[in-house]
């Protein structure tokens, strides 16, 4: 059973900078992709930062310039750098990874982790 664990959430101050890390637990399997998405109180789920591990990065408007997502294939974990916090930034943030197991690609998300930022 593969599970997907996210850390580094918090309380940071706007200006301030956070990084969020997704683990599997699995070393034996391979992330393919990897993608963040955040969801405020009253909003929907919105998609803030994808990527190919290896290939290209994209991110939503909100982010650009200000968040970098990045893989560490030894540790078998994806990160979100998040720089220049602002309040607006608060969410709960999720990961989901496309990970390459003996069944094939599967699609895994981890549990949610808080990031508030004060004004």
């Known amino acids: 059973q593969v599970q997907v664990a996210e850390s580094g959430g918090g309380l940071v101050q706007a200006g301030g900078s956070l990084t969020l890390s997704c683990a599997v637990s699995?070393?034996?399997?391979?992330?393919?992709?990897m993608n963040w998405y955040r969801q405020a109180p009253g909003n929907e789920r919105e998609l803030v930062a994808r990527?190919?591990?290896?290939?290209?990065?994209d991110y939503s408007d909100s982010v650009k310039g200000r968040f970098a997502i990045s893989s560490d294939n030894a540790k078998n974990t994806v990160y979100l750098q998040m720089n220049s916090l602002k309040p607006e930034d608060t969410a709960v943030y999720y990961c989901?990874?496309?990970?390459?197991?003996?069944?094939?690609?599967?699609?895994?998300w981890g549990q949610g982790i808080q990031v508030t930022v004060s004004a």
């Open positions: 990527g190919v591990v290896g290939g290209v990065r």
């Open positions: 989901n990874l496309v990970v390459v197991t003996t069944g094939g690609r599967s699609d895994y």
């Open positions: 699995e070393s034996r399997f391979s992330i393919r992709a």
